[in-house]
Every structure is written in structure tokens, then in C-alpha cells.
């Protein structure tokens, strides 16, 4: 597949560099090695950096092309990026995880506890990094990080609930998701003083990526295999977490199958039926509509704020996320 456009953008090596700098420099405690080692071990393990990404091409939506946006920018971006890993070292303690991109996670290597208290750290450091951009990022962060306990919490309280319905699904991903994205290309636009009407469109440009973002996740979670996603195929039904797809494909005839697999103790018989039944059901195409959806409205507030390089390879990022479903079928 297609690199994502952000990713060729003329000066995207060099942020890139500068962002997995500013998150290692972050963490790094001078008289505490063993805070550092713990701290930094997801963040070491590698990362699209697409939220930081996110701000910087934000940012350089007012910029000429090619012209590198301030370093706060960057350190705006990386406040997000660390609030997102910090869930994630909390994540895996709720879903007692042991791995976590191709490493081992850090609740399995640590403990809960340390797992726990340094997911609390890379949020406090986030925080931290908010506060010295200003109060308008760093209400806009604490505002974040509210959104996304919310949207997870929402999610737990639907689990194994095969009644789970679109108003709940909804609110939950823009959340866990979406928050964190809008968040991004709000800062983005802040820390480059665009217009507050730029501002409010670039972070509902981000909103609607992320909402896209997490439908088309959801979508290959039951159409991927195994070894394309890294995990078992249909994961979040072992989870109990029943994402757009399978709550279409639940209101199908054949829903009335599917409804009676999906139990706490999913067996690998019953998955494999449970995810044939989704991918034969019209609840893959629908959830499909519902991202391409939210793509095409992403890219239509983003052409009112501008139509330079930057502004084009965010909206090349949203097709991206259409087209990494393309790739997963066309194999």
C-alpha cells in the first residue's frame, strides 16, 4: 500500500525526527534510569506519530509549502502523542495485554502498579508540555484527556452487550478517538496563531478523521487476518466490544446466529463462525458508507482552510484510511 501523505510531505523526515526526539527528551529523568527505562519503553517500540503529524500539518496549513512550523508546534503535538501512549500503558492493565506493537507490554514486564503510576507520568508530562504553550492548550488537553476516560468508560459499560446500539458506539470512538486527533490539529492551529475560524475547522477536520479512523479500524478487525493485523482476527468481539460492523450486522436476519455466539467465553470455533457471519453480512459495507461518510465531510471543512501542500496531504490521509481497507482485501 500507498505511504500516507503526510508522510512525503518535504519536511517529514525532519519532523518526524524532531518528534521522536522531543517524546525520548520528555521522558527522560537524568537520576532516575529505571523511571526512563519504563517510560519510554512504547514509545521506543516505534509509532506512525500520526497525532503529532497531525498538529504539524495543521500548523503548516498557514504556512508556504515547505516552510518548517515552530518548534512549539512540535512539542504541542508530542503532549497528545504522550496523553495517547499513556492510555495505552493503562489499556493493556485493563486488558491484561502482553504485547504491545511487537514488544512486550508493560504491565506484563512491570507490573500493574508500575504500569498504572507511569501511564499517570506521560500524562502529567503531557500536561506539563500544555501548560508552557499556554492556557488555551492546556485547557484544551485536560479537556482532551476528560473525553477520552469518557469514551472508554462508555465502551465498558456496553461489553458483551450484544443490544449495543449506534448512540452508544457513537460517542464512545469520538472519545477514545476522535478527541485525540481534534486535539491535534487544534493545537496545531492554536501554537500557529491561525484565525479562530480556521482553528475550529481544522479541529473538526481532526474529529471527523478520527472518527473515520476508529469505523475503518473496527472494519479490519473482522475482514483482516490474523497475521495482517498482528492479533487474532475479530478481536474486539473476544473482548466483548462490538464495534459498527457487527452491531449492523446484529440487526440482519442472520444476527440472530451471531447474537448467540457472542458470549464472554468466545471459543476459537465460535470466532471463526462469528467473524464469517459479519463478513458475510451487509454490516462491513454499511460501516464502510458510514467512514467514507465521515472522509468526505474531513476533507470538505479542510478545503475552507486551505489548499496548500499541507492541507492536501491531510485530506490524502484521510483516503489513506479508505484505502488500507483495499489493501487488506485485495490480498
Same mark, same amino acid.
Given at each position: 500500500?500507498?505511504a ?6 518535504p ?8 518528534? *521522536? ?14 523511571l ?14 500520526l ?10 496549513c ?14 504541542g ?13 493503562h ?5 491484561e ?7 512486550? &507490554? ?36 485536560? &479537556?482532551t ?11 465498558l ?17 469520538a472519545?477514545?478517538?476522535? &478527541? ?8 496545531g492551529?492554536?501554537?500557529?496563531q ?7 475547522? #481544522? ?13 475503518v479500524?473496527d472494519?479490519?478487525d ?16 473476544i473482548e466483548?466490544v ?9 440487526q440482519?436476519?442472520e444476527g ?12 476459537l ?34 478545503? *475552507?482552510?486551505s ?6 496531504? #491531510?485530506g ?16
Open positions: 500500500m500507498a500516507n501523505p503526510l508522510l512525503l510531505l519536511t517529514a523526515d525532519g519532523d518526524r525526527e524532531r518528534i *521522536e526526539q522531543t517524546l525520548l527528551d520528555v521522558v527522560r529523568i537524568d537520576n532516575d534510569p529505571y526512563t527505562e519504563i517510560s519510554s519503553h512504547l514509545i521506543k517500540a516505534g509509532g506512525k506519530r497525532r503529532p503529524l497531525f498538529a504539524v500539518a495543521s500548523a503548516a498557514s504556512l508556504p509549502d515547505g516552510e518548517r512550523v515552530p518548534y512549539d508546534v512540535v512539542r503535538g508530542v503532549s497528545v502523542e504522550l496523553v495517547h501512549i499513556g492510555s495505552l500503558y489499556d493493556d492493565v485493563m486488558d495485554a502482553e504485547m504491545r506493537r511487537q514488544v512486550i &507490554s508493560v504491565n506484563a514486564r512491570w507490573g500493574n502498579l508500575r504500569a498504572i503510576l507511569s501511564g499517570d507520568y506521560l500524562l502529567a508530562k503531557a500536561s506539563e508540555i500544555a501548560a508552557d504553550l499556554g492556557n488555551d492548550v492546556a485547557g484544551l488537553l485536560a &479537556s484527556i476528560a473525553e477520552l476516560c469518557r469514551g472508554q468508560v462508555g465502551e459499560q456496553t461489553m458483551y452487550d450484544v443490544d449495543r446500539s449506534e448512540e452508544q458506539y457513537f460517542p464512545s470512538i472519545g477514545k478517538t476522535a &478527541s485525540l486527533y481534534a486535539a491535534a490539529c487544534r493545537i492551529g492554536i501554537v500557529s491561525q484565525s479562530a475560524e480556521n482553528i475550529d475547522k #481544522l479541529t473538526e477536520f481532526g474529529r471527523l478523521y478520527g472518527m473515520a479512523f476508529q469505523v479500524d472494519v479490519l473482522v475482514i483482516a487476518t490474523d497475521e495482517q493485523l498482528g492479533k487474532p482476527a475479530g478481536n474486539d468481539m466483548g462490538y464495534s459498527l460492523p457487527v452491531i449492523h450486522t446484529l440482519w436476519p440472530a446466529l451471531l447474537k448467540e455466539l457472542l458470549t464472554d467465553g468466545l471459543n470455533e465460535d470466532r471463526h463462525a462469528a467473524i464469517d457471519i459479519v463478513r458475510r453480512g451487509p454490516g462491513v459495507e454499511s460501516a464502510l458508507d458510514v467512514a467514507r461518510t465521515f472522509v468526505e465531510d474531513a476533507k470538505a471543512v479542510l478545503a *475552507e482552510v489548499t496548500n501542500e499541507a492541507a492536501k496531504a #491531510l490524502g490521509a484521510a483516503d489513506h484510511l479508505l484505502d488500507s481497507v483495499n489493501a487488506v482485501t485485495a490480498q
